[in-house]
């Protein structure tokens, strides 16, 4: 049945805001409805229902919600609003995160601008500064000096106060937010309020914020921290650890401004000692009995057999540093600045830097002779390499030309032209007598790994760095993992196997030492550059073996709707290592046995999921300053209540919480537990979620671990990223304000179900608002001529009627099943885009055979459109429901639409109709505008009054052979069917001789069915029709004629073979 007369047009924005405001006024209406009924406080527990808990990962609240937050939190309310309409029991719980630096580093940055500026300050006219753009790098085959920087992005410094006031704060009013506590007073809160106008289905009597501001989560809190030290899984030490200088403390993801996930990265320093040198100040030190080392960072230490020189740019201005036994290094201010925090230096830090004892210039350094470690030339030379980064590493780069491209080209670029050596003021002496030395044998590579890769590469240059980069992943990975070693103590051992003793015997040695720093740059939220330090901290032991086997089984059992989410999971799982659990600054819970610390904030956030469950028994507001509905104090949760509520403990005797309230808490517990689905960005895939799967395997059985995670990427607003410096950003209210929170959330829903970025389009917002409204005004219009008689009151019988209730059937069941694997997107189009095509075509099919719409189909079609759309587009389905179809529940407490499976025959004839009918709609049009032939002009033909439909019955053998083989050969990947490349897919089919004597023909026909197969499925490569088409076209005589306004249409079956007249693919002819 065909759309075409009826397809809904591109609705312009409206100059008026009549409809948004007339649609917002029903949310107002509903939201208040749904307030005053305690909609979505969940009743008493009922063992036999099943349930179904959705967590959202509780916000940050130094500010208001804004768009990218409420994307994650659709996730969750779409499918506990599925979820409620399926039967379940559901909670949908919202809690508010206070804890760590941001907020007091906020409120103490307003306070010096106070102090400095006045109040209101008064500031100074700034420039902002540039953001660095730089590269991606690859720390597993990374050599120290050759990184690029990572990619950050450094603010321009934004005032406090001006931070504030764009949040909509008064003036007068921002002052008070000097004191920490103020900010968990205002803007949690404001958190509640702005998701209550959004209209989610949260249970909001178990909300709360984090803290020790919150006696109640704050005794849950240091109960679990007792419960994992127990375990052993909390221990204290030194290590290394990305910190903040300037706030003397380390800086967790959370509390950076920006390298968010950048971790510490462990090298070995080597030490190069100085033999001879230009420079006064190393001389003077080397009289004065100093041993003076250039050291240069490295991950590969068994290569060190192989140095034949040692790299310096020429133009860095490096430092020399007193270590603590006395020896002098040289390298970058950075690096020293990451060698004072690791306690390696004499000299304590000045002004948050390390102290030298002076510098000497990159080019003072050149041509000077070290004795470096392993390798066989009793001396080598400093050479120039002007692409070494002075904000990576120490600065300084030992060479190994055998097994390092880069190495290696610079090298030849050097021996093989005399005018570059002129060039770079380089001698001969230092260059032209160094050979390679060969070091490991690499299967098919050899022992001269660098060499064979450049040259398989045809690389010229030492500065094409595309092709470098992949001769160097090729050579470091087949050398690390099949390279041989073919000198020293370690001949014969693979690289990988000799790597670690010799890297053990070099430090031991005094060759070389440990060295550590950020893997790129990570900006605190204080605005200090971070380092590495050796700190003595209280950590959490994440990657402790059997720990994380653990885990990572129960992983391998967790829905996580996308694969990529389970694989993103299970690398985290891998790869992570102790995490510092303590912080000296900040807002939080200390640690119960060492209140020198606080908790930080990655921490006191893995098992909260738990408190929900039982946080309304405790307490009856936010921060927990009155008691909930258990009258319980927070002195009376001891660590054995804890113990009887989660850890499967015996009931305390000697508590005063009435019994009767524990059992139910509980019992609470018990019937959530766990949650079935966290919905998170897949930002927190690689901490947060991390640190909640090892914790709920530490502390509860395998029965209590999530059984779900769905990840979602980030929103872009009209494929831009989503940021207040550039205008492009919407906070929650902000999107409401301008949309109404239903069409809001259509565009949300719209934005994308992947793990890939998704696109909020405003276009797609501004047209849900007025689809809503072009609906409601149609229903209304609607039920008024069912209620005047004007609709047919018979069972729905024809074909029309049983096509619109297939279509309405066969979007039920795919939404449906959208809906379960929380694909929103596909939601919105299956239940309402797609089901509003479905009735206009049902429409526009009535008009146009002049018969009227079927009632009872139509009402079905109203209750279940709002049913389908309710989870996305609440208030405006419970005002249809309750103001214009009377029904006094609310829909929170209906179930989701039960319809047969759809009738398969009927909407294969519908699709065969609409398709025939743009067909010839075409022929139609070809006839009135024949295309002219060379040298004509175009004539234009009356439009004809009849014609006549030409349908063969005789498939030709060739074409059966080739739907034959394509199904042969068909692969169903990801619930796709896909085919060979078009390449291979000729060769198939033309093994089979029917396909290869009329091959021309036959490859044309092969891909008209593969393309066919992509928009209509499998059932594309069944070429008999599961229906008489003869007799079908005739029953569609008056619709045919009509739709394409002919007076006349004669239907005409061929009996005889016709390559061009085939079952299934009818013509329209002998126009008059």
């Not at 209304?780 to 729905?796: A, F, M, R, S, V």
């Not at 029309?800 to 929103?824: R, S």
Request: charged share 25%; proline share 5%.
């Amino acid at each position: 049945m065909s759309a075409d007369t009826h397809t809904q047009q591109k609705q312009e924005k409206p100059k008026s805001f009549a409809k948004r405001d007339e649609l917002a006024a029903i949310e107002t209406e509903l939201n208040k409805q749904w307030n005053d009924a305690h909609l979505y406080e969940t009743g008493p527990i009922d063992p036999n229902q099943k349930k179904y808990m959705v967590t959202f990962p509780f916000p940050y609240m130094n500010g208001r919600l804004h768009l990218g937050h409420t994307f994650t939190v659709t996730k969750a309310e779409f499918a506990a609003r599925y979820h409620k309409l399926k039967g379940e029991a559901v909670m949908f719980p919202f809690g508010f995160h206070c804890t760590g630096m941001p907020i007091k580093a906020c409120a103490d940055k307003l306070k010096t601008e106070i102090e400095k500026y006045g109040c209101p300050p008064v500031f100074p006219v700034e420039q902002e500064s540039k953001p660095v753009e730089t590269q991606k790098v690859n720390v597993e085959t990374l050599d120290v000096h050759r990184s690029a920087k990572a990619k950050t992005k450094q603010k321009g410094g934004k005032h406090q106060w001006d931070i504030l006031k764009s949040n909509g704060i008064p003036e007068s009013e921002i002052p008070k937010f000097v004191d920490p506590l103020h900010w968990l007073q205002y803007f949690p809160p404001l958190g509640v309020e702005d998701l209550k106008l959004m209209g989610v289905a949260v249970d909001w009597r178990r909300s709360f914020i984090t803290t020790d501001h919150n006696p109640y989560f704050d005794s849950f809190i240091r109960w679990q921290f007792l419960k994992l030290k127990e375990m052993g899984k909390i221990q204290f030490g030194k290590r290394y650890t990305i910190y903040s200088p300037l706030d003397g403390q380390p800086c967790a993801d959370h509390d950076r401004a920006s390298g968010e996930g950048v971790i510490p990265q462990e090298y070995v320093a080597i030490k190069m000692k100085v033999i001879e040198s230009k420079s006064e100040l190393i001389n003077k030190l080397m009289k004065e009995g100093k041993s003076v080392f250039l050291i240069a960072g490295t991950l590969r230490p068994e290569t060190m057999y192989g140095q034949t020189n040692c790299w310096i740019h020429p133009d860095i201005n490096y430092k020399l540093f007193e270590m603590k036994n006395g020896e002098i290094v040289v390298c970058t201010q950075r690096c020293g600045n990451n060698l004072v925090y690791q306690e390696l230096l004499k000299e304590a830090p000045v002004d948050y830097k390390a102290v030298s004892i002076g510098n000497v210039k990159g080019s003072e350094l050149l041509g000077t002779a070290l004795k470096a470690p392993l390798t066989s030339y009793d001396k080598i030379y400093t050479l120039p390499m002007t692409t070494i980064l002075e904000d990576k590493g120490t600065g300084i780069v030992t060479s190994v030309p055998s097994d390092s491209p880069d190495d290696y080209m610079n090298v030849y670029t050097l021996k093989n032209k005399p005018e570059y050596r002129k060039k770079m003021r380089v001698a001969d002496e230092w260059v032209m007598p160094f050979e390679l030395i060969e070091i490991c044998e690499i299967p098919e590579m050899g022992r001269r790994a660098a060499e064979t890769a450049c040259h398989e590469l045809k690389i010229k240059s030492p500065n094409d760095r595309k092709l470098l980069d992949q001769a160097k992943e090729k050579v470091y990975t087949q050398g690390f993992y099949n390279g041989v070693l073919t000198v020293g103590k370690y001949n014969g051992q693979k690289i990988k196997d000799a790597k670690v003793p010799i890297k053990a015997e070099m430090i031991e040695n005094g060759e070389a030492f440990v060295y550590s720093e950020p893997t790129s740059t990570v900006i605190s939220r204080s605005g200090d550059e971070c380092v590495v330090s050796l700190c003595d901290q209280w950590y959490i032991t994440y990657g402790e073996e059997e720990w994380k086997n653990e885990t990572l089984k129960r992983v391998e059992k967790m829905e996580t709707y996308h694969n990529s989410t389970r694989e993103t999971l299970k690398h985290g799982l891998n790869w992570m290592n102790q995490w510092a659990c303590s912080r000296n600054f900040g807002l939080g819970t200390l640690i119960p046995w060492d209140k020198r610390y606080l908790i930080e904030s990655l921490s006191d956030s893995t098992i909260y999921m738990a408190y929900y469950t039982i946080a309304h028994y405790l307490q009856g507001n936010l921060n927990g300053s009155e008691q909930g509905i258990g009258h319980i104090a927070p002195e009376q949760m001891t660590p054995e209540v804890w113990d009887y509520l989660f850890a499967e403990k015996e009931m305390p005797e000697n508590t005063t919480i009435p019994k009767e309230t524990l059992t139910k808490m509980k019992q609470e517990f018990e019937y959530w537990y766990p949650f079935d689905v966290r919905v998170t960005g897949k930002d927190l895939l690689t901490n947060h979620c991390l640190f909640c799967l090892y914790t709920h395997t530490a502390m509860f059985g395998e029965n209590k671990f999530p059984k779900g995670m769905r990840a979602n990427g980030h929103l872009l607003i009209n494929n831009e990223k989503m940021a207040k410096s550039t205008g492009n950003f919407l906070s929650l209210t902000d999107g409401i304000e301008l949309y109404t929170s239903d069409g809001m959330r259509i565009g949300l829903a719209d934005a994308g179900d992947g793990v890939e970025d998704a696109n909020f389009a405003k276009e797609t917002a501004d047209n849900g608002l007025l689809r809503l409204h072009t609906l409601l005004q149609w229903i209304k219009e609607t039920l008024q001529l069912i209620k005047d008689n004007k609709c047919c009151n018979d069972e729905p019988n024809t074909f029309v009627d049983k096509t619109f209730e297939a279509q309405i059937n066969a979007n039920v069941h795919a939404t449906d099943a959208a809906y379960l694997k929380m694909l929103f997107r596909e939601a919105l189009h299956k239940g309402f885009y797609e089901l509003t095509l479905a009735r206009d075509s049902y429409i526009a099919y009535c008009e146009t055979v002049g018969i009227p719409m079927n009632a009872q189909l139509l009402k079905k079609y109203i209750e279940i459109q709002i049913k389908l759309l309710y989870p996305i587009a609440p208030h405006f389905c419970d005002y249809v429901w309750r103001d214009l179809l009377g029904n006094k529940t609310f829909l929170w407490n209906e179930k989701f639409p039960e319809v047969p499976e759809a009738n398969l025959q009927i909407l294969n004839e519908a699709e065969y109709l609409a398709k025939i009918v743009y067909k010839f709609r075409s022929s139609v049009e070809s006839y009135c505008h024949p295309k002219p032939k060379k040298g004509q002009k175009a004539i234009v033909n009356e439009p004809p009054k009849e014609a006549e439909i030409m349908v063969g019955t005789i498939t030709p053998d060739w074409q059966l052979e080739c739907a034959k083989v394509l199904k042969e050969i068909v692969t169903i990947v990801d619930d796709v069917p896909t085919f060979p490349p078009q390449k291979e897919l000729a060769s198939r089919l033309c093994l089979n001789a029917l396909i290869k004597k009329n091959s021309k023909k036959a490859m044309s026909f092969a891909m008209m069915l593969v393309e066919n197969v992509k928009k209509s499925g499998l059932k594309a490569l069944d070429l008999a029709l599961q229906f008489n088409e003869v007799s079908f076209l005739e029953s569609q005589i008056t619709y045919i004629k009509n739709v394409l306004k002919l007076e006349k249409v004669t239907v005409t079956s061929i009996k005889t073979p016709d390559e061009k007249l085939i079952p299934g693919e009818p013509v329209m002819t002998s126009f008059k």
